[in-house]
């Protein structure tokens, strides 16, 4: 039995920064950000979005192609979440109107938190073929202003819907995982930004994509050059790409010509909504689907990884006909009805979101934001409106 992908629905808020107005407020060679980091513009949150409208938002934008009656589990992955408690899924739930039999509950494991998801929605499904899973990525990565790391913040969440005879893309079989406990990069409870060490943070990513890679490859008798793209976790489009190269070192011409022009359609979105850490692996899949050349069949790798760390590597083929599943123009018009903010703008914005509105003061949405917000909070209770 085929289980896979079957839809993905992304958000990210309506506004965001250049990264060339970032470079000159930062004193940068705007190449430095562009090039260097690889990154052209990032996603913004105002104080109305969090991860839990985020999700809700990206799971609208396929809700109503599908059977709700059979959804059996719902997971939410993220490692900025709303609560110490209750899990994001819960309040998901009860916007998008479930029944109360689903399996809610959340996972945490830095990036890795959507692809853990996966994997056991993979399994639900594969046990109970009638039902199906929603899973969701989403955060809001923040590093603080005028950080090295400010450069790779962004806003955003993917859902993913994961079933049996799935219409986007069939998951294969086994994986390569691989993990230490170390710190690249953590966020302790008493604070709202992250801590990297971020060059140490890109030496274990790629150590890791070598060896889950080169393990897949000896596991499933697979060669680089059966694969027709490769997607990469991407907190910042440079850091993917460094692994791509590792990928084709030493390939023939045309298996290095295929793999670096799907990398470069699969980069297109992350490029220009920034890092949306648990979703950032899926929204790069979807800007391939949208931007690549691929055809019914083809094998995809996929490489997960999750700070702390924990990595994944696992592949998927392509299904006929996916381009109808795939909202492109929807996808287009999110980007474009963004708000550019200036750096002034977007420091205070910043600031604000940091910290929780005071119990009773209500929050007002920007009218073209996500049909779903973060209406403040009543009784120490955070309030969830749709407009
Ligand atoms: N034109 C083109 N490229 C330029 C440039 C210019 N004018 N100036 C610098 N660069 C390049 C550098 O050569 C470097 O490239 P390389 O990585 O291929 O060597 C790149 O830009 C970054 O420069 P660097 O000096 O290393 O930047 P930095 O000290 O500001 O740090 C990060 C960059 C990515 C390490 C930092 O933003 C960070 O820590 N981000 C968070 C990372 C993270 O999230 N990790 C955990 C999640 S997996």
Sequence with gaps: MKVGIDQIGYFTPNKYVDMVDLAHARNQDPNKFLIGIGQSKMSVADATQDTVSMGINATLRYLNKINKSKVGLLIFGTESS??????GSLFVKSALKLDPSVRAFE???????LTAGLMIAQDFVRLHP???AIVI??????????TAGEVTQGAGSVSLLISSNPRILELNEGHSAYSEDINDFWRPNNSKL??????????VY??????????????????????????YHLPFTKMGLKANRIAIEGEDEETNARLMDSFTAAKELNANVGNIYTGSLYLSLLSLLEN?????????????????AMA???????????????????????????KKLSVDEYERIFSEALEDPKNGVELVSDEDSGKYYFAGIKDDIRQYQAK
């Design 82 to 87: 709303v609560d110490q408690s209750k899990s």
């Design 107 to 113: 996972v945490k494991e830095a990036c890795f938190g």
């Design 206 to 231: 790629l150590d890791f994509f070598k060896h889950t890679f080169n393990d897949y490859k000896e596991q499933k008798n697979l060669e680089t050059r059966d694969f027709a793209a490769i997607v």
């Design 137 to 146: 990525g989403s955060d809001i990565a923040r590093y603080g202003l005028k």
């Design 130 to 132: 009638d039902q199906t």
């Design 292 to 308: 690549g050349d691929l055809k019914a069949g083809d094998l995809t790798g996929l490489f997960s990884y999750g700070s702390g």
């Design 194 to 203: 992250a801590k990297v060490d971020g060059k140490y943070s890109t030496q």
């Design 312 to 338: 994944e590597f696992y592949s998927a083929n392509v299904v006929e006909g996916y381009e109808k599943q795939i909202d492109k123009a929807g996808d287009e018009a999110l980007l474009a009805k963004r």
